[in-house]
């Protein structure tokens, strides 16, 4: 796993940039894991799980948001 520091980063970027979003639209994200390669497991959860654009929405918004934010994030998954 990745440092308490990276993880309090990437929780603080979801809650703060990407949470809203979703919340918006009826959706949010869970953070499942971080891995010491950088690769950012999420959940999506509420409308967004069954939304036929969340593999979208991972791949230009939160990866997208994340990444730039914190650039020790190789890449984002998505876990059911």
Not at 9 to 33: F, H, S, T, Y
Not at 65 to 79: A, C, D, Q, R
């Amino acid at each position: 796993m990745m440092n308490d520091a990276v993880r309090d980063r990437i929780a603080k970027v979801l809650d703060e940039d990407v949470r809203p979003n979703l919340k918006a639209d009826g959706g949010d994200v869970e953070l499942v894991e971080i891995t010491d390669e950088g690769e950012v497991r999420l959940r999506l959860t509420g409308a967004c799980s069954g939304c036929p654009f969340s593999t979208m929405t991972l791949a230009f918004g939160v990866e997208r948001v994340l990444k730039e934010k914190v650039p020790e994030i190789v890449k984002v998954v998505p876990v059911p």
